[in-house]
């Protein structure tokens, strides 16, 4: 049974949020539903949730999502997370409404977008599970959770599965790499063409695709397994993985090394080769 996690909330003014403004959930939040998922609740499950601006990422947005993403992190009882928007949109790129008339001085003067890389910052393994429109930003805000789904051409209904728009701020084109540093399959440019999920896999933008109706319980599935592991080897597992994206293959190699040697100080390390010689389930006690 899903946990509602409580946040705080803060807002955007946007198209229909203003006025009688968008009403915060019970939970807290304005722009996101948070809760815990799987069967021992060991799933951090963020649903981007602003449908009249197609989870368009405003300020108030990320606000909450890097709330949301701190308190999955200091869970203690969450393995991993997974992030998904609406049927028709995973999120239409930044909000083009709160940019439109911002200065070069409020952009850099006033850090905007910092704290956006939250999504990429966070230890435990994060799924994007991507329906819909994914749009420039989200784009790489999928690529950041690195073990992106999306929902399969078998399932399209209008609009398509992933498709890509170009992004006015960057000239029509789109570079992922600020998102994934030198990872090969990230140095292309997107041009603006709309891309289906099988190609986007083909592509090496999406790991998993699935129809539609499977697209959530199969990320949370995915996550629930990760979780069932011990979440600190995971978190070591995902920083050397990190460092194989963003390093040279010398550097990513030393690291992996070095987090490897890590791991024959934690008892897990001791319990899950134990497990394996006695062909018995492990017993992890995150330690
Ligand atoms: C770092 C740079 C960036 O991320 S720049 C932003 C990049 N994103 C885009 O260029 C996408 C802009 N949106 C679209 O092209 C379309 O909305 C669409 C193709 C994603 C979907 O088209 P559709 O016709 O199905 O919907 P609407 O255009 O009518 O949109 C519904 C509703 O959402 C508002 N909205 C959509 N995207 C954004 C956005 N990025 N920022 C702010 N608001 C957005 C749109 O204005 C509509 O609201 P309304 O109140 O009716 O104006």
Redesign the pocket.
């Known amino acids: 049974v899903p946990v509602p996690v409580l946040l705080a909330a803060r807002g955007c003014s ?3 949020e203003r006025g009688s403004g968008r009403r915060e959930r019970p939970s807290g939040q304005r722009f996101l539903q948070v809760q815990k998922a799987g069967s021992k609740g060991s799933v951090g499950l963020i649903r981007l949730q602003r449908p ?3 989870n ?3 300020e108030g947005l990320m606000a909450e999502l890097r709330r949301a993403l701190d308190a999955f992190e200091a869970d203690a009882q969450v393995g991993a997370i997974v992030i998904t928007g609406s049927d ?2 995973f999120a ?8 439109q008339g911002k200065s070069f001085q409020q952009c850099y003067g006033g850090a905007f ?1 910092a704290g956006w890389d939250r999504v990429a910052t966070v230890r435990k393994p994060t799924i994007a599970a991507v329906n819909g ?1 994914a ?4 784009v790489s805000l999928r690529a950041l959770c690195r073990v992106p789904h999306a929902r399969g051409r078998d399932s399209w209904r209008s ?1 398509p599965a992933v ?1 890509i ?6 000239g029509g084109t ?1 570079r992922l790499t600020r998102a994934v540093g030198k990872s090969l399959a990230m140095e292309m440019v997107l041009t603006g063409e709309r891309i289906s999920a099988a190609e986007a896999k083909a592509a090496g933008l999406v790991s998993k695709v699935f129809p539609v109706d499977k697209l959530l319980d199969a990320a949370i599935s995915c996550a629930e397994k990760i979780a069932s592991n011990s979440k600190l080897v995971v978190a070591m597992a995902k920083e050397s993985v990190n460092a194989a994206f963003e390093t040279t293959l010398a550097e990513g190699n030393r690291t992996e090394k070095r987090l490897f040697y890590a791991t024959f100080a934690t008892d897990d390390r001791k319990e899950g080769m134990t497990a394996f010689v006695e062909k018995r389930k492990a017993n992890f006690t995150d330690s």
């Not at 239409?92 to 940019?99: L, S, T, V, Y």
């Not at 728009?165 to 960057?170: C, D, K, N, Q």
Request: net charge neutral.
């Open positions: 946007s198209a229909g009249q601006a197609l368009a990422l405003c028709k949109a239409a790129g930044a909000d083009i409404k709160e940019m977008l429109y749009v420039s930003v989200p609009p498709p728009t170009p992004s006015p701020g960057a789109q």
